[in-house]
């Protein structure tokens, strides 16, 4: 009897038992089922929006609308700053398809600049947003990409990873030319530029190299207001920047990477290493340790260098006539033809222009700082009295003493190129009679300040037969002139081509075939 | 048998505990150092007194990535060493924070509190950034500062 009650007990037990089975069995099979909802991928979602300005008007669009369009998955090949490669599966939205909403298209635009939040921002330039889509991505091999990405990733097949924007935040569309000037009126040697202006100590990493600031360069070299400036390194890496940037950082001029731009509030992907040109308006610096670096070497002689005409071609420039200028002010013009056979040749920290056998000795310039373009035909300045000079055909030279840096022949063609022709109006008492005349000539003021003298006691000026006269600086103005035309006709007496005129009712002092200049 | 299982059972459970209370720090210091416990908590992880009278931190340095972990050791005069333990800093920017010649810059004698620049040194305290990493350089500066200040508490 106990025997059957204790089999009724296990045959309940056992039903019991079989019945716990199957309804565990049922909630773990619910259990999965819904464990499989659960562990469903929550859809993305990121607060906030993509701001996108340069359309008719600034728009912003969700994170979240960005993220329902329809999407591309590729494969897109990235390259690091140290050229490395690599490989990966990006799904996201094509801008073109976000910009079509608003009927535009990347290739609308000169440029696209990206922006992330934390500030970085990179400028995409027309060669790559007219043949390449930038894609606004969110997912990266499969996977939702890491906070530290989202919510988009704007990422380039085939490009710098620089372009690679994580967290971007705002798109600008740029048109037209942001201030590039293709015509340069000064060529400026940078390591020669920066060695005028305050060198400070800057920490790179492990070293302190020296840097000059950015807003003191430009102030000092430039003379046009402008928005931006336009980078070339020497890998052919180009990259525009604006002013505000510009002035806030420093161009480290020393150590690694140098010429490099950065500034200590610029992430360091927006620093511009192995600077080989910057251009700002009408100005533009060349980087000669860079140029080494961009140009093979040529030769003249024993000197070794940049030749001239590999630096004119790689700017863009072409003129009849080029001013060269040393550090100290000298000055000496080549016309190309000659100027494009001689080399740059760096000697003790120094940057000299090295001309072929044959070729005047004065084109040998030390100390190179300034290259100037001349204007064919040089425009007036808007004053009444500057008449056009370009007829005057008198060759003549007038050789000026007591600069700093020895003598200078100042020459008719300088004179045609460099300064304004003005004309003064004389009245003169001779024998009792008013004698009135109309000259034309160049300032002595203007030749003195050519040749940088910026303060002298007096001047003597002395014709081809040996006479002197010795004015006093406040005898010498604005009317103070070296007139080569007369009444209209250009003086072409040989003994005579050039004369001093003075605006003073007689003509004693007016030296006729002035020959030399003493500054004192 | 039964008694051998007892007697294995209980060694291997004093085995186990033995490996679970053993400091696993004490890989990074001089094995003659005494567990300040009472200096632990928040960011410091572990503090040793050293038989030299100086002081060890390990610190947790809150860097751009989790995972930053200093060591630092300091006396009455000087930072006497700085070394990263660990970090998940980015190899060419706050990764750099494992040169000598970044960390040299903390060592030796130290002021109240150390100040971060971004150009140049100009004046002693002065620790200039890594180039491109001004967060990691934050991170440790103000994780060696919190060395100072217990040290000197």
């Known amino acids: 009897m106990q025997l059957i009650y204790v089999l009724k007990i296990m045959e309940v037990k056992m ?53 329902s369009m329809e999407s591309i998955t590729e494969e897109f090949l990235g390259i690091s700053s140290s050229g490395e490669e690599s490989k990966n599966t990006y799904t996201g939205v094509k801008l073109n398809d976000v910009l079509a909403l608003y009927g535009a298209g990347q ?80 060529i400026v040697i940078l390591e020669v530029a920066a060695n005028t202006l305050t060198l400070e100590d800057y920490t790179y990493y492990e070293s302190v190299d020296k840097a000059i600031r950015g807003s003191e360069l430009l ?129 003790n920290g120094s940057f000299r222009v090295r001309a072929p056998e044959g070729m005047p000795n004065n084109y040998n310039l030390k100390d190179l700082m300034v290259i100037y373009p001349q204007d064919p035909v040089r425009e007036s300045q808007g004053s009444t009295d500057v008449v056009d000079g370009e007829g005057l055909t008198a060759n003549w ?63 003597v000026f002395e014709s081809g037969d040996g006479f002197k006269l010795e004015l006093p600086a406040s005898e010498i103005n604005e009317n103070s002139i070296l007139a080569v035309v007369r009444n209209g006709e250009e003086m072409t007496d040989l003994d005579n081509l050039i004369r001093l005129v003075l605006d003073t009712p007689v003509s004693s002092n007016w030296i006729k075939g002035v020959v030399r200049l003493t500054v004192k | 048998m039964k008694k051998f299982l007892a007697v294995l059972l209980i060694v291997a459970l004093g085995g186990a505990l033995y490996l679970i209370n053993q400091d696993e720090y004490l890989a990074f210091v001089d094995m003659n150092v005494t567990r300040m416990r009472k200096h632990e908590g928040d960011e410091f992880v572990r503090v040793y007194a050293t038989k030299e009278n100086s002081r060890i931190y390990i610190i947790d340095a809150q860097g751009y990535n989790p995972g930053l972990m200093l060591k630092v050791e300091i006396d009455d005069e000087d930072i006497k060493a700085l070394e990263i333990i660990s970090h998940n800093e980015t190899d060419k920017y706050g990764g750099y924070a494992e040169q000598e010649w970044f960390r040299n810059r903390f060592l030796g004698e130290y002021p109240d509190k150390f100040e971060l620049v971004k150009i140049r040194k100009e004046a ?30």
């Open chain 1, 397 to 459: 030279e007038i050789q000026v003493d007591g600069l700093v840096d020895g003598s200078f022949t100042f020459t008719s063609d300088r004179a045609k190129s460099r300064l304004d022709l003005v004309e003064l109006n004389t009245s003169v008492v001779r024998n009792d009679e008013t004698l009135e005349e109309a000259w034309q000539g160049y300032r002595v003021l203007d030749v003195l300040s050519f040749l940088k003298v910026e303060d002298f006691d007096s001047i």
């Open chain 2, 124 to 153: 002693p305290g002065e620790i200039v950034a890594l180039t491109g990493a001004t967060i990691t350089t934050r991170a440790i500066i103000d994780a060696v500062n919190l060395c100072i200040e217990n040290y000197g508490g």
């Open chain 1, 15 to 67: 039903k019991k038992l079989k019945g716990l089975a199957i309804l565990l069995t049922f909630l773990l099979v619910f259990a999965a089922c819904s464990t499989t909802e659960v562990e469903q991928p929550n859809e993305l979602s990121y607060e906030g929006s993509l701001k996108i300005a340069g359309l008719d008007s600034d728009i912003e669009v969700s994170y979240n609308d960005i993220y």
């Open chain 1, 107 to 186: 290739s609308d635009f000169s440029f696209i600049r990206l922006t992330a939040s934390d500030g970085y921002a990179i400028d995409v330039p027309h060669e790559i947003i007219s043949q390449k889509d930038i894609v606004l991505a969110y997912e990266i091999n499969g996977e939702v990409m890491e906070e530290r990405s989202l919510p988009l990733r704007a990422v380039i097949d085939g490009e710098r990873s620089m372009y690679y924007v994580s967290k971007l935040a705002e798109i600008t569309l740029v048109s037209g030319n942001l201030d590039v000037s293709s015509e340069f009126e000064k």
């Open chain 1, 219 to 347: 102030e000092k070299f430039s003379n046009q207001e402008t928005e931006s400036v336009h980078f070339m390194a020497y890998d052919d890496f180009e990259k525009t920047e604006m002013l505000n940037v510009i002035n806030q950082g420093y161009i480290k001029m020393t150590g690694e990477n140098s010429p490099l731009f950065l500034a200590p509030e610029l992430p360091k992907g927006m620093h511009t290493k192995n600077i080989l040109t910057m251009d700002s308006g009408d100005v533009v610096f060349l980087s000669m340790h860079s140029a080494h670096e961009y140009f093979e070497e040529s030769q003249i002689g024993e000197f070794v260098g940049i030749s001239f005409e590999n630096i004119l071609r790689l700017l863009n420039i072409s003129s009849e006539m080029y001013t060269l200028e040393a550090a100290d002010g000298f000055q000496v013009d080549i016309p190309q033809s000659d100027l494009v056979q001689t080399i740059i040749s760096e000697s």
